[in-house]
C-alpha cells in the first residue's frame, strides 16, 4: 500500500444543534454545526436527503444557492431559508 498524504488532519471541538420542523412543503431534520473551520459558517446536513451545505448569511442571500445545494424546489427552500435566517 503506498503512503498516505494527508492534506489535513485535525481534530476541534465543534457545537452541534439537533432540529427538526415541519413547514409548509416538507418535514426537515437537519443538523447544524458550528465550528472554528469554515470561517464562521456552519455546516447543515439535511438528513431526509443525505445532503450538506457550508452555509452563512451570505450564502443564503445567494439567489438559487439552497436549491442547487439541498435539491429542493423554491418554495422548500424559501421555508429552510427563513429558518437559517433565524439560526446563523
Do not use: C, W
Not at 60 to 85: C, D, P, T, V
Request: glycine share 6%.
Amino acid at each position: 500500500m503506498n503512503e498516505r498524504y494527508f492534506l489535513y488532519d485535525d481534530t476541534e471541538n465543534t457545537k452541534t444543534r439537533f432540529v427538526s420542523f415541519v413547514g409548509d412543503n416538507q418535514r426537515y431534520d437537519l443538523a447544524i454545526v458550528q465550528s472554528d473551520r469554515h470561517f464562521g459558517k456552519y455546516l447543515v446536513l439535511n438528513m431526509q436527503g443525505n445532503r450538506f451545505a457550508i452555509i452563512g448569511p451570505d450564502d443564503l442571500e445567494e439567489e438559487g444557492y439552497l436549491e442547487y445545494a439541498f435539491q429542493m424546489n423554491e418554495e422548500e427552500a424559501e421555508e429552510l431559508k427563513s429558518f437559517l435566517l433565524e439560526m446563523i
